[in-house]
Nanobody, 125 residues
């Protein structure tokens, strides 16, 4: 059982930045995929950024150039650097991990087995 704990959320103005860490109970290197999934009214939960065991990264088109995902396997921690934030980025951000096998759809929440409790990001205009 993988436990994931997100933090770092908060309220910022448009154009601001946040850094979200996700601490994992097991080695992030054991996860075939680990990533970030925002949930908000009207957003179905598709991932914005995921990173594979071999460090291959996938981003949603809407966040390319503004968000950056990284992981520190020595610290069992996943990060999401959020820059140039927009009001539409407002959401509860969940960290999720897939333990078994490579997925052909890494941004789909249905591919993930373990989820954290989420951290709220609110961007005001």
């Amino acid at each position: 059982q993988v436990q994931l704990v997100e933090s770092g959320g908060g309220s910022v103005q448009a154009g601001g930045s946040l850094r979200l860490p996700c601490s994992a109970s097991e080695f992030t290197s054991n996860s075939f995929h680990i990533g970030w999934f925002p949930h908000s009214p009207g957003h179905e939960g598709e991932g914005v950024a995921t990173i594979r065991r071999d460090s291959r990264i996938n981003y949603a088109d809407s966040v390319k150039g503004r968000l950056a995902i990284s992981k520190d396997d020595a610290k069992n921690t996943l990060y999401l650097e959020m820059n140039s934030l927009k009001p539409e980025d407002t959401a509860m951000y969940y960290c999720a991990a897939r333990i078994y096998g490579t997925s052909a759809y890494p941004l789909s929440p249905n591919e993930y087995d373990y989820w954290g409790q989420g951290t709220q990001v609110t961007v005001s205009s």
